[in-house]
């Protein structure tokens, strides 16, 4: 007992000697606190760094440099180009710049598209699989099948369907259907589009319709039965109540749809191969084949970054105007 009680009138006694220490603990204390979540994400951070901070910086080196075939061995040999990368890249009256223009349309139109419709069906199934209904866990499942696979394996298959002579899509279509003179090419000519498009919706639409059930779930039920109560059919509840409240998680879906779809390299490529067809030449394929194609990888860089520039420009005013919209719906 006197051994246990020693050291207690000791500590009282150093609290009464320096006032200073109780505080000097606490904020110690505080700081290894506020400092373990960095010290946590620190590998993070570093692996990020390494990943994807240093090749960034690299090619943004390289697009000021004149890197082709003859300097691989030692890109920093290679001559510097300045901005003719650049200039070459976006002068609209040349090969390059038309092509890349061209795919830029491209990319857009396939964008607008693949994204509007991922949002639409995403949107119409969750609000379908609000009601209570038999088999409703096994169409979640269901739904969600495309979002799981691996894209390469989903990809292949897709493309296989889409072959020309024993694929399924020409048996329906052309075979079952009769809605064609003759089994169409798809993976070739203005039909590429379309068969990407397709590809991309399938893949896509499972996270729209993820990403809108976990908006749902934050709407009461009350509203939905006041609402039914004062006469609202179920499209006056679906405009009036469930797209408004779904705003915020619409603005971040459309957000994520848009850099992952303008991004998108690995759909065309295990698609199509390395040369897509013109009607299909997504920026990102385009990027890549002049690049490892024509070994040109100073061009290529400079293609890139524009695309970055291009997707910070775009990404920083959409949060803008949504910004400004929610600050002037709340007012």
Not at 20 to 29: D, Q
Not at 170 to 190: K, R
Not at 274 to 295: E, M, N, R, V
Request: contains cysteine; glycine residues 8%; aromatic residues 12%.
């Amino acid at each position: 007992m006197t051994t246990t009680a020693a050291p207690a009138t000791g500590e009282r006694t150093a609290r009464k000697t320096d006032p200073g220490a109780a505080p000097r603990r606490r904020r110690s204390g505080r700081l290894r606190r506020i400092g373990l979540p960095y010290l946590l994400l620190l590998p993070a951070l570093l692996l990020e760094l390494l990943v994807h901070l240093v090749p960034m910086v690299i090619g943004v080196v390289v697009s000021f440099r004149e890197l082709t075939q003859f300097y691989i061995r030692d890109w920093t040999t290679s001559p510097w180009a300045a901005f003719d990368n650049y200039t070459v890249s976006v002068d609209l009256d040349a090969p390059v710049g038309e092509a890349l223009l061209h795919s830029f349309l491209v990319t857009c139109l396939f964008t607008v598209l693949s994204v509007g419709l991922c949002g639409l069906l995403g949107t119409a199934a969750a609000v379908f699989m609000q009601e209570t209904f038999r088999g409703r866990g096994f169409l979640r499942t269901l739904f969600l099948v495309p979002y799981a696979l691996p894209v390469y394996a989903a990809v292949i298959t897709w493309a296989f369907m889409f072959q020309r002579d024993n694929g399924i899509i020409n048996h329906v279509v052309h075979d079952q259907l009769g809605l064609t003179d003759s089994p169409p090419f798809w993976l070739l000519g203005d039909n590429s589009f379309f068969a990407l498009l397709v590809v991309s919706v399938w893949k896509g639409w499972p996270f729209a319709f993820l990403i809108m059930m976990a908006g749902l779930q934050n709407i009461p039920r009350e509203i939905y039965e006041a609402a039914a109560l004062d006469g609202a059919g179920m499209w006056q509840q679906v405009r009036r109540i469930t797209l408004p409240s779904l705003r915020p998680v619409n603005q971040v879906l459309v957000l994520v749809l848009f850099l992952w779809t303008f991004n998108d390299f690995n759909t065309p490529f295990v698609l199509f191969g390395k040369s897509a067809p013109a009607a299909a030449d997504l920026i990102s394929i385009h990027i890549y084949q002049s690049s490892f194609q024509t070994w040109n990888f100073g061009a290529g860089s400079a293609m890139s970054v524009l695309l970055l520039l291009f997707l910070l420009v775009v990404t920083g005013l959409y949060l803008l105007f949504t910004s400004r919209g929610k600050k002037a719906s709340d007012g």
